[in-house]
Nanobody, 128 residues
Framework: QVQLVESGGGLVQAGGSLRLSCAASGRTFSSYVVGWFRQAPGKEREFVAAISARGGATYYTDSVKGRFTISRDNAKNTVYLQMNGLKPEDTAVYYC?????????????????????WGQGTQVTVSS
């Protein structure tokens, strides 16, 4: 399994932008699907976006489509979540998660139970 560390969270005004990073350890990172999830206070953890092992496929939850972009740089063992047009309802702890896959697979799951490795999370707060 890989170890994951998120960074890039913070406080931003509505309409602003943040870029989250998920840095992974391990030499086989390019064989892992990576997803971003978030959990707001009093709510269940929800899927945000995911990217296939080689980056050929992405998937987003409807509420972030057109505002968030997930990408990865396998040479740097890092996945990014660029968040534009942030809204107060985007406020949450954001987690990245990884699932072992195949470099040539475009399979992109969205169920948290599919992901075996999780980071500690980074707080994103959007003020109105």
């Amino acid at each position: 399994q890989v170890q994951l560390v998120e960074s890039g969270g913070g406080l931003v005004q509505a309409g602003g932008s943040l870029r989250l990073s998920c840095a992974a350890s391990g030499r086989t990172f390019s064989s892992y699907v990576v997803g971003w999830f978030r959990q707001a206070p009093g709510k269940e953890r929800e899927f945000v976006a995911a990217i296939s092992a080689r980056g050929g496929a992405t998937y987003y939850t409807d509420s972030v489509k057109g505002r968030f972009t997930i990408s990865r740089d396998n040479a740097k063992n890092t996945v990014y979540l660029q968040m534009n047009g942030l809204k107060p309802e985007d406020t949450a702890v954001y987690y990245c998660a990884a699932k072992a896959s195949s470099y040539f697979s475009d399979y992109v799951p969205s169920w948290s139970g599919d992901f075996a490795s999780w980071g500690q999370g980074t707080q994103v707060t959007v003020s109105s």
